[in-house]
């Protein structure tokens, strides 16, 4: 059964920093997004793409935040400058109708 | 806005016994309603869905959920519970535009 894949599966990094997550979506599926979980807790929105632009983000999803499908097949969530709140787990998701399925996510640690 | 709510941070069962996580929610319109389970360091993992038809919905692993108009709600369920079945458990809701999903609640299913 086809899956989502994230790379990489732990990323330290340090304050102030530059970081790129990475996700490959299920390849026939049309709507991508990505969400985070700090330390087990709720799961949060962050942003939803769709033909290629966002279709909706979170008051979490700052000017710090961004994200691209460069070639088709990849998805990635770059935080421009990390703050050690950012530390969490980042999944990625993606959808052709109902339901999402998850990748099994990113660790990121800001030191 | 759509929203649920999940009120047992914390469900305890001995396995053999029936197993319930409650959700409630709140919509605007049909709900379109998910349960996802999460094991420790994994991602989240579609158990079922209810969208429309017969309010028993079935799922993977022996779980169903029973959709509730009139008391606004969408329980889990399985039979039997299994020591397996110890994990985070989520209900969501879908808009248009994203998933939103409950705080969780973590079962422990005791030999």
């Known amino acids: 059964e086809p899956e989502v894949t994230q790379t990489p599966s732990h990323q330290v990094t340090q304050m102030g920093q530059e970081v790129i997550l990475r996700c490959v979506p299920i390849?026939?599926?049309?709507?991508f997004y990505w969400y985070r979980q700090i330390l087990g807790q709720k799961v949060e929105f962050l942003v939803s793409?769709?033909?290629?632009?966002?279709?909706?983000k979170s008051e979490i999803f700052d000017d710090q935040f961004s994200v691209e499908r460069p070639d088709g097949s990849n998805f990635t969530l770059k935080i421009r400058s990390t703050k050690l709140e950012d530390s969490a787990m980042y999944f990625c998701?993606?959808?052709?109708?109902?339901?999402?399925?998850f990748g099994n996510g990113t660790r990121l640690t800001v030191t | 806005a759509q929203s649920v709510a999940q009120p047992e941070d914390q469900v305890n069962v001995a396995e053999g016994n029936p197993l319930t996580v409650k959700c409630t929610y709140s919509?605007?319109?049909?709900?379109?309603l998910f349960w996802y389970v999460q094991y420790p360091n994994r991602g989240l993992q579609f158990l079922l869905k209810?969208?429309?038809?017969?309010?028993l919905v079935k799922g993977s692993y022996g779980f169903e959920a029973e959709f509730n108009k009139s008391q606004t709600s969408f329980h889990l369920k399985k039979p039997s519970a299994l020591v397996s079945d110890s994990a985070l458990y989520f209900c969501?809701?879908?808009?248009?535009?994203?998933?939103?999903f409950g705080a969780g609640t973590t079962v422990t299913v005791r030999a």
């Open positions: 209810y969208i429309t038809g017969d309010n």
């Open positions: 390849s026939n599926h049309l709507y």
């Open positions: 998701a993606s959808r052709l109708d109902s339901p999402l399925h």
């Open positions: 793409f769709y033909n290629n632009e966002i279709s909706e």
């Open positions: 969501a809701v879908r808009d248009i535009k994203k998933l939103s």
């Open positions: 919509v605007s319109g049909n709900p379109y």
